[in-house]
Each structure stands twice: as structure tokens, then as C-alpha cells.
């Protein structure tokens, strides 16, 4: 019998299954995977980060911008820690992550030996699927349904737990295959009950004044153009929440932009609250996308697509509950409209004329706050600059804090498709740079931005090692306020003005970004800022422009419940 170790069979179904980027950190009890891909031919290449945080969170970036599922690893003990929070916000934002840790070896279980921890417990409630492998022969099938797992139904994250001794004791090579159809995600879709689709579209054509509200489901299955027909069928409006932004072209004249507590306004909500009927597609309908389960109002019907039925009626009284991937439920959906669209009301709502207003009303709105020349300027006004300079096809990455609301709400994509990504599931700082640094492993010929506050840029500072030594010509922004924007922004708003530990001292970020081989820019005068990201964007090298903005508490952003 040809066998393997465990740590080889590791490596052989990580790229049996199509795996060709690992990112991690080296420890004690890693060792025995490090020298098997040492040794193996393969055609994996790990990237060696600075903080297993960074891993998962490049994972993530990873697997949203490739269809395919993320690799992260760390050793035992706090590397199994620190590997955590990429690895919740990932399973939480449907992102299909792998991370892998070593562990502490059986045989001394419960013997104190150092970084010993509870895995299997610890990942528990926060992974789609985990386990940890107590036997080498259990490595193969945990792969296998880790894959599994990670890319069917509602993508998630998985981890698998692989003690020292199991890495190093024997696997039978007749174990080691993977399940085709599982590299890629979504895989094995599930299509809708034929009956649901009649009568929800009986509801739907029944409605005046029918929206559209997408979340990150209808992305990430790729059901943009299914979407955009049932939409122009039913002249319909499409608002989308904030990681639902892609769903559908921000160009199209239907397309009404992101609405809820953070990156809505005035203008947006009103599309929503004007509605006799909502159709979500992929959307938990979670407190930010409704205002905390005001809008829309809890008399409004609601038809309801997910591939989760467990988000289907968790927050809202459902009129029809169409269960299945977003592409086949449109697709299905779209047929049964056709054939009654001569059942519709006479009198229905212009969708087109709706989201045309709502969209002048937030465009002269952020004209006026891009263009008024405060100092130090407005965030808007640098996402009127990125909206000049970038290339249509960009990838950009927002953090929490200060860039999100304003990016989510003013960025224009002009396509569809997953080309804008933020943490939104749980909101820690530092993602964007890590998570940017993954969309670029993913496809090197896009231009990949990371837009951060100064605080999350303190989170990720020790990655623009990472990102030099891999020479990825990465875009990165500082919006520079010296302050922990967000907080500092709600004690105005709900505790009078009471600040309270948010405020920290500026830092020269462009300094330190040249500290560690970038080439950098740092602007305070608006004038400035054009030419900056325009010379930025042509380097042949990682470039990194720290700006001078206004503090969030004195901002106008595109948060509601600031807005009133």
C-alpha cells in the first residue's frame, strides 16, 4: 500500500482541488505541512503574511473576487486565535474560507504541553463546518468536506484542525481524491418549487409599485443579468444593500444605489418606503439594510429569495418564500411574470422615474459637499476623485470606520459584478489592505485599491511588507482624521457630544509606508489630490496616498440614523 503523511496528504488534495494560493504564518507545529510543501511538486504558492489575521482576511478577498474557495493557515495556541476573526467574518458574509490550523500533538492532550487549546470548541459556533482531525487517515474526507461544506447551499467558512502527530503519521494514497464541482463555488445549485414561483408572481404583477432589494446573494451567484431582466419586465426599482452593491449595474436606469443605516439617504429610503411590495433576493433583511426593521414597514408584503431558508422569515412576516439559488429563482421567476404581465394594474408606478429621482436628489446633495472646499477636505470629495480616475473594472476594498459609508454610497459601478468588498458582517478594522492583497492574488491584471481610516491602517501596518515583498502593485488611501471616525461620530450623535478615548496623534503615513519600500504620497490641499492618485495609479509599484480628511463627528456622511 503506497502511503502518505498527513501533512502530505494535505498538500496533494489542497491541489487536487484547484488550490493555488495559501496564505499563513510559520509556527512550531506547522512544521511538518511547511516541509511537505518544501518537498512536493505542487502548484500552491503560500504567502508568507505578518499576522494570521492578515491571512484570513486575504483569504476572504481571495475568494470573493475569484468564484473560488480562500486558503488561510496558522499554527496552534494564539495563531488559532488570531486566524479567528477572518474566519467569522467570512462565514458570516458568505465568503467560502478554508483555514487550517496545526495543533498540539494528541498524545499530549491534556498534559500541558505549550499552545494548547480547545479548536474543535473554539470554532465551533463560528464556522459553517469544523473539526479536528484526531487520526491521520480523517485528513483526506475532512478536505473533501470541508469543500464540500464551504461551497453548496450557503457558502461559508470551515476550518480543520490538524495535530502534530497526525500531520507526521501515515495516510493511505488511495484516499486521496477530490469531489469534482467543488473547487468553484456555488456549487450544486437548488432550484426553486415550481408552485412558489406561480404564486409569487401572481402577488408580484398584482403590486403597483413593486422594489427590488439585493444583497450579497444575488453576487455572489452570479445572477446580475436574471435580475436586471425581471427588473426592467416589471420596470421595478433595485436598491441593494452594501454588500449587495454589484448586484446590479449603478449605471442602469433602475438601479436606485445602496439604502439602509449605512451608505442610504433620505432620498433612497423614500424609494423604499413608496413601495406596496419588496422583493429581497439574497438579503437576511438585517438591522442596517431595514433601519433596525423599519423600512420597509411591517405591512408591506414581502417575497422573499434566498438560498438560506433559515434567513426567510427571521425578520420579517413573508408573503412568499422562493427557496433556491438567486440565478434559477429569477430565472424561474422571470418566465412565470411574462406569462401574466396582461394581469398588472392599469395604473402602475414609473420605476425608471423613481430611482432616476432618488439618484439626482443623492447626486446634487454630494456634489455640493465634493465641490464646497472645505478644510480639510471631505471624504466626498475624494470619492468624486476616485470616481474620475479609476479604472472601470477596479476592485475596491473599504473598511469599516470612515470609508464605508461614503463608499458604498457615492462610489458609481458601472458594471455588475463583485468588484466592491467590505467587512460588513462584523466590522473589525483592518481588513481592507489584507483583504485587497487577496483580490489581487486573484486576478493580478485588475487594479486593486485598499481604502482605510488611519485607524485601521494601525491594524494592518506590518502588511506593507507583505504587499512589497510580493510586488503587488496595490492602491492604497489613508483617509487621516486622527480618530476613531465612527465612535467619535455616534457620542455626537447619542451622547451629546461626550467624547470619551477616540482620539489618537496623527501620523505622517506616507513616511511609513516609504519606511517599508512604497512609494507614497501625503495631501492636504485638494488641488493636490487629483494629480496624487493619478500618479499613484501609474506607478509600476505599490503606492499608498495619505489624505488629510474631515472628522466623521463634523461630516455629513451617508449614515441615517445621523441623519435623522
Known amino acids: 500500500m503506497e502511503t502518505l503523511t498527513g501533512a502530505e496528504a494535505l498538500v496533494r488534495m489542497l491541489d487536487l482541488y484547484g488550490v493555488r494560493h495559501v496564505f499563513g504564518l510559520c509556527g512550531d507545529t506547522s512544521l511538518?505541512?511547511?516541509d511537505a510543501f518544501y518537498r512536493l511538486e505542487h502548484r500552491i504558492t503560500h504567502v508568507l503574511t505578518r499576522d494570521e489575521r492578515s491571512a484570513a482576511y486575504m483569504a476572504d478577498g481571495y475568494a470573493r473576487v475569484s468564484g473560488r474557495p480562500g486558503v488561510c493557515e496558522g499554527p496552534s495556541g494564539g495563531g488559532a486565535t488570531y486566524l479567528l476573526p477572518g474566519l467569522v467574518e467570512a462565514n458570516e458574509s458568505s465568503s467560502p474560507v478554508l483555514g487550517f490550523t496545526s495543533d498540539v500533538p494528541v498524545s499530549s492532550r491534556g498534559r500541558y504541553p505549550l499552545t494548547e487549546l480547545?479548536?474543535?470548541?473554539?470554532?465551533?459556533?463560528?464556522?459553517?463546518?469544523?473539526?479536528?482531525?484526531?487520526?491521520?487517515?480523517?485528513v483526506p474526507q475532512a478536505i473533501r468536506t470541508a469543500f464540500r461544506q464551504m461551497t453548496t447551499g450557503r457558502p461559508g467558512a470551515a476550518h480543520i484542525g490538524l495535530p502534530y502527530d497526525v500531520l507526521k503519521q501515515p495516510v493511505d494514497a488511495a484516499e486521496i481524491w477530490a469531489q469534482a464541482g467543488h473547487e468553484t463555488y456555488p456549487a450544486w445549485r437548488s432550484g426553486p418549487d415550481p408552485g412558489a414561483i406561480d404564486a409569487a408572481a401572481a402577488a408580484i404583477v398584482a403590486a403597483a409599485s413593486p422594489i427590488v432589494i439585493c444583497g450579497g446573494g444575488v453576487v455572489t451567484a452570479g445572477a446580475s443579468d436574471a435580475?436586471?431582466?425581471?427588473?426592467?419586465?416589471?420596470?421595478?426599482?433595485?436598491?441593494?444593500?452594501?454588500?449587495?452593491?454589484?448586484?446590479?449595474?449603478?449605471?442602469?436606469?433602475?438601479?436606485?444605489?445602496v439604502v439602509g443605516l449605512n451608505g442610504g439617504v433620505v432620498a433612497t429610503r423614500d424609494v423604499v418606503r413608496q413601495a406596496d411590495l419588496v422583493i429581497l433576493v439574497g438579503c437576511r433583511a438585517g438591522s442596517t439594510t431595514t433601519e433596525r426593521w423599519t423600512v420597509p414597514a411591517r405591512d408591506v408584503p414581502i417575497v422573499h429569495i434566498d438560498v438560506d431558508p433559515a434567513a426567510i422569515s427571521a425578520n420579517y412576516r413573508t408573503a412568499h418564500a422562493l427557496v433556491g439559488d438567486a440565478a434559477l429563482v429569477l430565472g424561474a421567476l422571470h418566465v412565470a411574470l411574462q406569462a401574466r404581465m396582461d394581469a398588472r394594474p392599469l395604473v402602475t408606478t414609473d420605476g425608471a422615474a423613481i430611482a432616476a429621482a432618488a439618484r439626482q436628489a443623492k447626486r446634487e446633495a454630494f456634489t455640493r459637499l465634493a465641490e464646497?472646499?472645505?478644510?480639510?477636505?471631505?471624504?466626498?470629495?475624494?470619492?468624486?476623485?476616485?470616481?474620475?480616475?479609476?479604472?472601470?473594472?477596479?476592485?475596491?476594498?473599504?473598511?469599516?470606520?470612515?470609508?464605508?459609508?461614503?463608499?458604498?454610497?457615492?462610489?458609481?459601478?458601472?458594471?455588475?459584478?463583485?468588484?466592491?468588498?467590505?467587512?460588513?458582517?462584523?466590522?473589525?478594522?483592518?481588513?481592507?489592505?489584507?483583504?485587497?492583497?487577496?483580490?489581487?492574488?486573484?486576478?493580478?491584471?485588475?487594479?486593486?485599491?485598499?481604502?482605510?481610516?488611519?485607524?485601521?491602517?494601525?491594524?494592518?501596518?506590518?502588511?506593507?511588507?507583505?504587499?512589497?515583498?510580493?510586488?503587488?502593485?496595490?492602491?492604497?488611501?489613508?483617509?487621516?482624521?486622527?480618530?476613531?471616525?465612527?465612535?467619535?461620530?455616534?457620542?455626537?450623535?447619542?451622547?451629546?457630544?461626550?467624547?470619551?478615548?477616540?482620539?489618537?496623534?496623527?501620523?505622517?503615513?506616507?513616511?511609513?509606508?516609504?519606511?517599508?519600500?512604497?512609494?507614497?504620497?501625503?495631501?492636504?490641499?485638494?488641488?493636490?489630490?487629483?494629480?496624487?492618485?493619478?500618479?499613484?495609479?501609474?506607478?509600476?509599484?505599490?503606492?499608498?496616498?495619505?489624505?488629510?480628511?474631515?472628522?466623521?463627528?463634523?461630516?455629513?456622511?451617508?449614515?441615517?440614523?445621523?441623519?435623522?
Open 32 to 34: 511538518p505541512y511547511y
Open 227 to 257: 435580475l436586471t431582466a425581471v427588473a426592467e419586465l416589471l420596470r421595478a426599482p433595485v436598491c441593494t444593500t452594501v454588500t449587495g452593491k454589484g448586484a446590479i449595474a449603478e449605471t442602469h436606469p433602475l438601479a436606485v444605489g
Open 372 to 564: 464646497d472646499g472645505h478644510v480639510p477636505m471631505r471624504p466626498e470629495r475624494v470619492v468624486a476623485a476616485l470616481n474620475r480616475v479609476l479604472p472601470r473594472d477596479s476592485v475596491v476594498v473599504a473598511d469599516p470606520g470612515t470609508p464605508c459609508p461614503y463608499v458604498s454610497a457615492y462610489y458609481e459601478m458601472r458594471d455588475a459584478g463583485r468588484r466592491f468588498l467590505t467587512n460588513r458582517a462584523h466590522g473589525a478594522l483592518g481588513y481592507s489592505m489584507a483583504a485587497a492583497l487577496g483580490a489581487w492574488f486573484a486576478d493580478p491584471r485588475q487594479t486593486c485599491v485598499s481604502i482605510m481610516g488611519d485607524g485601521s491602517f494601525g491594524f494592518a501596518v506590518g502588511e506593507l511588507e507583505t504587499v512589497v515583498r510580493c510586488k503587488a502593485p496595490l492602491r492604497m488611501i489613508v483617509l487621516s482624521n486622527a480618530t476613531y471616525g465612527w465612535i467619535k461620530a455616534s457620542q455626537k450623535a447619542s451622547y451629546g457630544g461626550r467624547y470619551f478615548s477616540v482620539d489618537f496623534s496623527r501620523t505622517d503615513h506616507a513616511r511609513v509606508a516609504e519606511a517599508y519600500g512604497v512609494t507614497a504620497w501625503r495631501v492636504a490641499d485638494a488641488d493636490a489630490l487629483e494629480p496624487a492618485l493619478r500618479a499613484a495609479l501609474e506607478h509600476d509599484g505599490p503606492t499608498l496616498v495619505d489624505i488629510e480628511v474631515q472628522s466623521l463627528e463634523d461630516a455629513a456622511a451617508p449614515v441615517l440614523q445621523w441623519m435623522g
Open 118 to 138: 480547545d479548536q474543535a470548541s473554539l470554532y465551533r459556533p463560528l464556522t459553517k463546518w469544523n473539526t479536528v482531525c484526531d487520526r491521520p487517515e480523517q
